[in-house]
């Protein structure tokens, strides 16, 4: 498969009279990891929930493995609906949202069981796999309020990659995190990219992201300002609006 896994073309996203995306042009192919970059209010969260249509695009073209996207929940006439779309492309958000109600266990099942119609049987025991994947096989039975926020944002990634997803955004998935929990979730995340997960990474972890993604993103003002690899991006920049932007961080 050489074709993009996604794709869009001159995305703009308005919100009332701001106008947060000013014509995106970005193509996504399989197994890559790209990394989103940029100060606060440039769009990246906008453009990553975009990607799922959790925001609905105000104009552009976006296309998933070679179809047009429609804003229904089912697709029509040779397109692909919300629905289809949300079961390929994975969310993990910067605060968790996972079921305080509900298990780890029942937290990752709950999706492929409702969504995919999996039997309780095959979801549990696919939902054991990932925990042991995340380190976290003996919390199976635990309920959120009793997990640290590194354990809850591994939970939240193995929720996500229970329903075998073709592509995973994560947006800001350490930023709500204490600084010592930082590390047991980025190693699941390369650990993720190593095995050839396409994922899209909103971070501001300078170092993690030269290390793990294979493309890097700077946006500012709603535009990409520079693209390329993470050696030309966050080792060698070439703008000095690039270079002020990347010398508040260290490593």
Not at 198 to 214: I, K, N, P, Q, R
């Amino acid at each position: 498969m050489t074709e993009p896994v996604i794709s869009v073309r001159g995305l703009t996203k308005s919100f009332g009279n701001l106008d947060v995306l000013k014509g995106i042009d970005l193509d996504l192919m399989p197994g890559e990891v790209l990394g989103l970059i940029g100060p606060s209010g440039s769009g990246k969260s906008t453009l990553i929930r975009c990607l799922n249509m959790m925001e609905t695009p105000t104009g552009g073209k976006f296309l998933f493995k070679g179809k047009e996207v429609s804003p229904r929940f089912r697709g029509k006439g040779g397109s692909i609906g919300t629905g289809d779309l949300r079961r390929e492309v994975g969310m993990v958000f910067q605060h968790f949202n996972l079921f305080p109600h509900l298990s780890v266990l029942d937290n990752i099942t709950k999706g492929p069981r409702t969504v995919l119609k999996q039997p309780r049987a095959e979801a549990e025991a696919v939902a054991m796999d990932l925990l042991a994947q995340v380190g976290l096989a003996d919390k199976a039975s635990a309920y959120p309020s009793h997990l640290s926020g590194g354990q809850k944002q591994r939970v939240a990634i193995a929720r996500s990659l229970a329903m075998k997803p073709e592509v995973l955004l994560l947006d800001e998935v350490t930023s709500a995190l204490d600084p010592e929990l930082v590390g047991e979730v980025l190693g699941v995340i390369r650990r993720l990219a190593d095995q050839g997960m396409t994922m899209v990474l909103v971070t501001h972890e300078m170092g993690f992201a030269a290390d793990v993604a294979s493309r890097v993103i700077f946006m500012e003002q709603g535009r990409i300002a520079e693209e390329g690899s993470p050696e030309d991006i966050l080792r060698n920049p070439r703008s000095d609006r690039l270079r002020g932007f990347l010398s508040r961080f260290h490593g």
